[in-house]
């Protein structure tokens, strides 16, 4: 079987595809940056985009089933893009001959539903409006709960931080929360089901009320919690309070709030049905592993990993190739310490290792960008030895990786221009940039009234850097 997986750096994406890897088919790979996914062994990888028909169409050549996993969830004006997107990958499908689609959804009842959750089953039924040329197995799961995961991640922090909550009404509307693991189970089966017509599958565990999920996942994490729903917090207060209390910026927490006032429970049976072998875990097993993973260090895929479209350094320099670049460089001579050790030192940057000194400015930005309705430093790593090109970093992108010789971050804080900081390792020196593309007058004060602090960051960082490095060089790091 050849398969094509769509959305492979996604948070569903990158866990569907280790799965895959295990199975005997060939297996292609469609990314808009190819850079933000590891080259495997045997899987083709090709650089497309939904709005481009040409790139769908090199894509899904020879593909008996596709994975259709993506959302334009990011962009203002989604609803649209999203349309779109699906009407070009089904065309394009059709034109290849490919014989099943398989499209992840959201559950819930369309005349209910927030913008957000039209928008996945307007994807939904536009994959599945040629049934006669192609088949659609379209899953439609609610809250997903997995390590890395949006809702899962906002439901931790609300728990850990706030022992007392007052909450919106939106605390006692229904679900039906599902493990990330299940979830994967059923899309990889899904290409194997022996049927010949479209298929809608509702899949969910047990229903539960959101005040319930946050009093569980207290339980998981022995603590104990109130929480008190009042009528009066509308959805904007609601988006504010989420923002402010859990690594999602604004714009996230809104189309999720809007999304909880509706139930989002299963609507049928085909679960049953067509995937007897599979019993969803509990909500308290799936919580249990994620926290599990999280302490481990064993988080696979997070939501706020993928969005990396573009590679925005080129971006930056094919749109406007002669704009003028605010820096700050710092350079110093690495000595003996060997390549390696540096390039792993700055490579642990951010999330609980910190940020190579005045931890505190870099927490008080961060609370800044929260108060502009930014991501903030909650998003912490993912991983804290290892980094992945277009993962995020507190509220950095990586960017670009070069094995022993650079990191070049993209800033993704609420700033007036574009940002990057670059640790490059060259013949005999550590140079360390922060380049500033400042957007109007603004943005050139922005950065101008900030040289006294980047001037104690910026030269404490390198030192920092290289003073780790030199303690640690000679030890073997497990990496
Ligand atoms: N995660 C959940 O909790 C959850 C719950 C219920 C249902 N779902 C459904 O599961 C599906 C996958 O969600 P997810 O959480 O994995 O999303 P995600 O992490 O945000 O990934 C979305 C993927 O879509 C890709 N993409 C966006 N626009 C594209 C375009 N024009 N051309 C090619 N690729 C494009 C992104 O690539 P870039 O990196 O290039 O942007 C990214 O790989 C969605 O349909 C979602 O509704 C998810």
């Not at 609300?158 to 990330?180: D, S």
């Not at 996942?217 to 859990?246: E, G, M």
């Not at 604004?250 to 989002?264: D, H, K, P, Q, T």
Request: aromatic share 10%; proline share 4%.
């Amino acid at each position: 079987m050849k398969v094509l997986l769509t959305g492979a750096n996604g948070y569903i994406g990158r866990r569907l595809k280790q799965t895959l890897l295990k199975q005997n088919l060939s297996l292609r790979l469609l990314v808009r940056n190819p850079k933000s996914l590891e080259p495997e062994p045997d899987v083709q990888i090709v650089q497309g985009d939904t709005f481009d028909t040409e790139s769908l169409d090199i894509a899904l050549e020879g593909i008996d089933t596709a994975y259709y996993l993506i959302h334009s969830l990011q962009s203002n004006d989604y609803q649209d893009l999203d349309r779109l997107s699906a009407q070009n990958f089904l065309d394009a499908a059709i034109r290849q001959g490919v014989k099943r689609i398989i499209y992840l959804g959201g559950l819930g009842i369309k005349e209910t539903s927030s913008k957000h959750l039209q928008s996945r089953i307007e994807t939904g039924e536009i994959l599945s409006s040629r049934p006669k040329e192609i088949q659609t197995v379209w899953i439609r799961a609610g809250v997903i709960i997995g390590s890395g995961s949006a809702s899962f991640e906002i439901l931790r922090h609300l728990t850990e931080k706030l022992p007392i909550m007052v909450t919106p009404k939106w605390v006692k509307t229904l679900a039906q929360p599902i493990g990330v693991d299940d979830v994967i189970s059923y899309l990889d089966t899904s290409k194997d089901l022996d049927i010949d017509q479209n298929v809608i599958v509702d899949i969910g565990s047990k229903k539960m009320t959101y005040k319930e999920m946050m009093l569980s996942c207290a339980k998981v994490l022995r603590l104990r919690r109130w929480i008190f729903p009042l009528p009066v917090l509308t959805i904007r207060l609601s988006s504010y309070w989420l923002n402010f209390f859990t690594p999602v910026p604004y714009s996230v927490a809104r189309s999720l709030i809007e999304g909880l006032s509706s139930e989002v429970v299963v609507q049928n049976d085909n679960a049953q049905k067509y995937f007897e072998h599979i019993h969803p875990i509990s909500f308290e097993s799936a919580v249990t592993k994620a926290i599990q993973e999280i302490e481990q260090n064993q988080v696979f895929s997070r939501w706020s990993d993928s969005g990396g479209k573009h590679d925005m350094w080129e971006k930056q320099h094919k749109d406007d190739p002669s704009s003028s670049v605010l820096l700050d460089r710092q350079s110093m001579p690495i000595g003996d310490i060997p390549r390696e050790t540096i390039y792993r030192t700055f490579c642990s940057i951010g999330g609980k290792e910190g940020w190579f000194g005045y931890d505190w400015l870099w927490e008080v930005r961060g609370w800044i960008d929260k108060m502009l309705g930014g991501a903030g430093l909650n998003r912490g790593r993912r991983d804290s030895h290892h980094l992945r090109v277009g993962e995020s970093v507190d509220f950095w992108r990586v960017e670009d990786l070069e094995v022993n010789e650079r990191l070049l971050l993209y800033a993704q804080m609420k700033v007036p221009g574009k940002a990057w900081l670059e640790f490059k390792i060259k013949e005999d020196e550590l140079v360390q940039t922060a380049y500033f593309y400042p957007k109007g007058l603004w943005g050139r004060l922005y950065w101008h009234l900030l040289t006294p602090i980047h001037y104690l960051v910026f030269r404490n960082m390198i030192r920092s850097i290289l003073q780790k490095a030199n303690a640690h060089k000679g030890l073997n790091h497990a990496t």
